[in-house]
């Protein structure tokens, strides 16, 4: 379990979406990799109810980890058919 409430589910739907994710409790964040392009990969991190990127980027609100999730999936090169 984390310790921030909404990590480990963000870190489960990104993995729903075929990425690999290392949840770093002690930080608040999570490593996030496209297994298809290991070379590409981002962090998330909790900050004052957000979820924000190693560059700043807000990719949502920590309560809507499936919005969330699919914001760093499409950063990340992850296509979701419809």
């Excluded at 998330?44 to 999936?73: H, K, M, N, Q």
Aim: overall charge negative; charged content about 25%.
């Amino acid at each position: 379990m984390s310790a921030t409430p909404g990590l480990d589910q963000l870190a489960t739907c990104l993995r729903d979406k075929g990425l690999r994710v290392t949840v770093r409790s002690y930080s608040a964040s999570a490593d996030v990799t496209n297994p298809l392009t290991p070379k590409v990969y981002e962090e998330a991190r909790c900050f004052e109810g957000r979820y924000w990127t190693a560059w700043g980027y807000d990719v949502g609100e920590i309560g809507d980890e499936p919005s969330a999730a699919g914001r760093l999936a499409f950063l990340l090169g992850v296509v979701e058919c419809r």
